[in-house]
């Protein structure tokens, strides 16, 4: 919509104006386009960071994400994972239910009740 003064303003100064409108459009385009390069980085990224991994650390991620399991399943798979396998599976579930307490991921009272449980 004009406004009255548009009438007396000069040619170049509304050429101006409109291209500096029609410019915004453009900026946004090319932001739109940083987001789409960011997340294929992202995804590239993904996959480079798993292509180094032995195949049964890429077995692990892939059922992390993807499978539902408790946290005695969850051990076993650690376990598999131990290069040593020295421990049985009552003394890594321990370790790992104390460095869970010691990392401050589980309170003390959630340990107690675990340990509850296996009684």
């Known amino acids: 919509m004009m406004a009255p003064g548009d009438l007396k303003s000069s040619v170049s100064k509304k050429v101006l104006k409109y ?14 386009w940083i987001s789409v390069a960011v ?33 005695d399943q969850m051990v076993q798979e650690m376990m ?19 460095d869970l307490v010691g990392r401050g991921l589980m309170h003390p009272r959630e340990l107690e009740q675990w340990e509850g449980e296996l009684v």
């Open 19 to 32: 291209g500096f409108l029609g410019s915004l459009g453009l900026i946004g385009i090319f932001f739109s």
């Open 39 to 71: 997340a294929a980085a992202g995804f590239a990224y993904k996959v480079s960071k798993d292509y180094g991994a032995p195949q049964y650390v890429k077995e692990f991620r892939w059922k992390i994400r993807n499978c539902e399991m408790n946290f």
């Open 80 to 98: 598999k994972l131990d290069p040593e396998g020295t421990t049985t599976f009552e003394q890594y579930k321990e370790a790992l239910q104390r």
